[in-house]
Each structure stands twice: as C-alpha cells, then as structure tokens.
C-alpha cells in the first residue's frame, strides 16, 4: 500500500514516497481513458499498432509492479524574509533508474500487458533513446516479468540509441544470457547525428511490423507517442494539488522536447477540466548549449539562434543575451547526452503555454554548472539526494542543470514568482549504477541492421 506523509515543517517533505501510480490509479485510467481522442503536438503522432488506453486490472501484482514510482516535495531553500522558496520535485525515487522516465516506461508496460491479457498476442516494443528512455523502459519491461504481469516470451524490447550515449546504459538483467539479449536487445548506432535513432527507429517499424504480426503474430509498437509521457506526467499535477499549497509557482525542468512539463500542464488541464487552468502555473525551459532550440524558439521564433560570442583567455562571453550563458568553455559543447533532440515538435505548445501562462528559459553551460556545482551539492545533500563530491563523477545532468538555470535564473531577473518548483528529472553518478557490458551491446550502421536486429528479437 501507499505511504502517505504529511508536510513536515522540519523536513520540507511531503506526498506519497511510493506507488505514486497506484495511489492516483483511479485517475490515471481515467486520464488513459481521455487520452484515447487526444491528439498530440502537430508533428508529434506516431502511427502504427499501440494498446489501447487501458490498464490490467488492479491487484497486488500491479501494486508491485508500480512501487517504485516514488513522488516527493522538498524545500531546498527559503529567504530569510519568505521572499523566495526553492522547492524540489523528487521523480527519482527508481534505484533501478534514477530518472522520471520510470513513470511513462512503467504505464507503457501496463499497457503492454493488459493487451496481452485481452488478446493473447505478444507484444514488442521498439523505442529510440538516448539512453535514460532505454535504460527506464528496460527496467519496466523486467519488473513486468519479475512481477509476473507478463511472460517473457509474452513482453520483449528493442532500444535503439546513438553511440555517444552508451555510457549512460544501465546494465539490465535483460542481458542475463544471450536468449534474453537476443530477445530483449540494445542496438546501437554509429553516428554523430543522435537524432538519427529516431528516424531509424521509426522506419524498422514501418517496414517490420506487418510482417512480424502475420509471420509471428508479435505486436510491434514504436512507443514514442507524446500522449504515453503525457498520461504518465499528469500525475505531478495530481501530486501538486493534493500535497502542495495552492497559489503561483514557476516549474523549472531541464527540457530536450519538455514531454515533463507538457504533462503536468496536461494534468491540470485534466483535473480542472478547463484549457487553461488558471492555476497559477509557470514554465521555466532550462537548456544546454548542445540543444538549446526550444529556448532560442521562445524567444528569437527560430530554432538557429545563438549569441555572438567574444574569445578571451580561453574562454567564450557574451553579456547581451541573459537567456544564453554568460560564459562557456565551447559554444557548441555537448553537457549531456540525454539531451540530444534539435528542433522538437512541442516547442511551439510550449510557446504558447508560457505566452499565456507566464515563465520563460535559460540556456546553461558547464563551467556555470561547475561553479554552481558546490552549492548545488549542498543544497541536495539534507533531502537524500547525493551527488558525487568530483563533478567529473556525475552522469546524468539533468538536476544540476535545472538547479543552475533556475539560480541564473533568479539572479537574471528572469523568475518572477515567489516559488520555483524544480522538476527532478534524473541525477545519478558513477557510482550509482553498473553500466551496460559492451559485448552485449548490437552495432548497427544502417535501417537493415536494424531489421535484423527486429527479427531476430522477434524470433
């Protein structure tokens, strides 16, 4: 059963530390149920098989099964005179992941099995990341079978990912023995456009699909549809109006495409049952110089902009623009893989959302992470969430990120709310995980490798 805490004025925490899905399992099918006739952003629509809208039935596997969707609240830091509160939203609670995508992997998954219970069909799915999608999906589709919501030969995964990211893999127990990797395989392609695993992903399916369900009758689902984060996000707007006092917030969220924040806006869409909820929420795109499009589409209305940079002694300044870095050590430097989607679909949702609502961006870079690192680190340190004493230890960005755009923010006068709720989207270390063993890994250089891969997962 659910946990649940009260607010605690001694630890800032408050809401359900576990089974966050099952707690609102109530709501969540009926947000299913709605989202059945929701169209995603223009551009974002897959196509294809998907499950439909619903979840297996409840039980005690079930209520296993989404354990480790953990939600929690805390006040990371509060001026003297309640002038400004810097709150977290801890999404990180999956030791398995360390990142929010457990919540959309796990809904997936459910999706995936209550198909399967209905029909008999196995199903596969297919999904591009790069590496944290993978690694969550990975996870849910193993508890399905650790839970005994699916068979293995009922539940498989394809994970196709860029080469650059396979650092960030988690070894997986799907890589158990070769039957399992063969069935439930990583493919990874070499290139330097990681975007390309998506157009990859996406062509396998096209070309694949029909045939396996006639040859094998294996269901393949390329789950990369908006909507499957959407549904899965609305529950930090659940959380938000049952834990959280009521009244204006900027929510803060590192962003590659802002599926996050898209579902929270999407949740309180759902509860209030209005198009604009009127909550008093704002939205605050905090991006890295590696993709830093949807910032550069808030406010230029193009994707291409950047600033004009100055060299000096090494380094990289500009002071014109306060929503771009003030200094970097490369205009064009890479912070985090994860963040690897250039001109995302949803920017122009999220345009609109933030031109109504209120809010805005900030585009970071490493050595600003770096010199906010300390604090950062001190600031976490009292909520549980520990970062690694060396910053070339850390492997998941997001949460520094988020933290740094947000005191840039403040400090740019670009946060105006009392309140800042950041989104703690992913944080894990070196030390944190075992990474994936290369040999286990698929090399793919073309869309045939890849089909291949497909059937013989397949098979």
Request: net charge negative; charged share 20%.
């Amino acid at each position: 059963m659910t946990t649940t805490l009260p607010v605690s004025a001694t630890t800032g925490t408050a809401g359900p530390r576990c089974g966050a899905l099952t707690h609102y399992d109530t709501e969540l099918r009926a947000v299913l149920a709605d989202a059945a006739d929701a169209p995603g952003p223009a551009g974002t629509d897959i196509g294809g098989f998907a499950p439909a809208w619903e979840l297996p039935d409840p039980g005690d596997d079930l209520d296993r099964f989404f354990a480790p969707s953990g939600i929690s609240a805390h006040t990371l830091h509060e001026a003297d005179d309640a002038s400004r509160r810097i709150s977290l939203l801890n999404l990180m609670h999956n030791p398995r992941t360390r990142t929010t995508k457990t919540f959309a992997s796990l809904v997936i998954v459910a999706r995936a099995v209550a198909h399967i219970r209905r029909t008999g069909e196995p199903v596969m799915i297919l999904t591009p990341s790069s590496a944290n999608k993978a690694t969550a999906l990975r996870d849910a589709v193993l508890r399905a079978h650790e839970t005994g919501l699916a068979d293995p030969r009922q539940l498989r995964i394809v994970s196709v990912v860029p080469s650059g990211s396979t650092a960030k893999l988690w070894h997986s127990d799907l890589a158990g023995d070769e039957a399992s990797r063969t069935a439930n395989p990583v493919a990874v392609l070499r290139t330097d456009r990681p975007g390309d695993v998506k157009q990859l992903a996406r062509a396998a399916v096209e070309q694949e699909a029909q045939t396996l369900y006639a040859d094998r009758g294996v269901r393949l689902w390329h789950s990369l549809d908006l909507r499957n984060y959407m549904v899965a996000d609305a529950i930090r707007a659940l959380f938000e109006r049952d834990f959280l006092p009521a009244g204006e917030r900027t929510h803060a969220h590192s962003v590659s495409s802002a599926f996050g924040l898209l579902g929270h806006f999407h949740g309180q869409q759902w509860h209030t049952g209005r198009r604009w909820p009127d909550l008093g929420s704002q939205y605050f795109l905090v991006q890295h110089l590696g993709t830093p499009d949807m910032v550069a589409s808030l406010y230029h209305g193009r994707f291409d902009h950047r600033p004009s940079w100055v060299s000096r002694e090494g380094l990289f300044h500009q002071d014109v623009d306060p929503h771009f870095p003030q200094v970097a050590h490369d205009p064009d430097e890479q912070l985090d893989a994860t963040f690897y989607t250039h001109t995302p679909a949803t920017s122009a949702q999220m345009n609109e959302i933030i031109g109504r609502q209120g809010g805005g961006g900030v585009v970071v870079s490493l050595m600003e992470c770096l010199e906010r690192y300390p604090h950062i680190r001190h600031m976490l340190e009292p909520h549980g969430v520990h970062l690694p004493a060396d910053p070339r230890d850390l492997r998941e960005w997001s949460l520094v990120m988020a933290l740094t755009g947000v005191l840039n923010g403040i400090d740019r006068g670009l946060i105006t709310t009392r309140e800042v709720l950041v989104h703690g989207s992913g944080s894990y270390g070196a030390g944190d995980f075992r990474t994936a063993d290369p040999r286990h890994l698929r090399s793919i250089a073309s869309l045939d490798d890849l089909r291949r891969v497909v059937r013989a997962a397949a098979a």
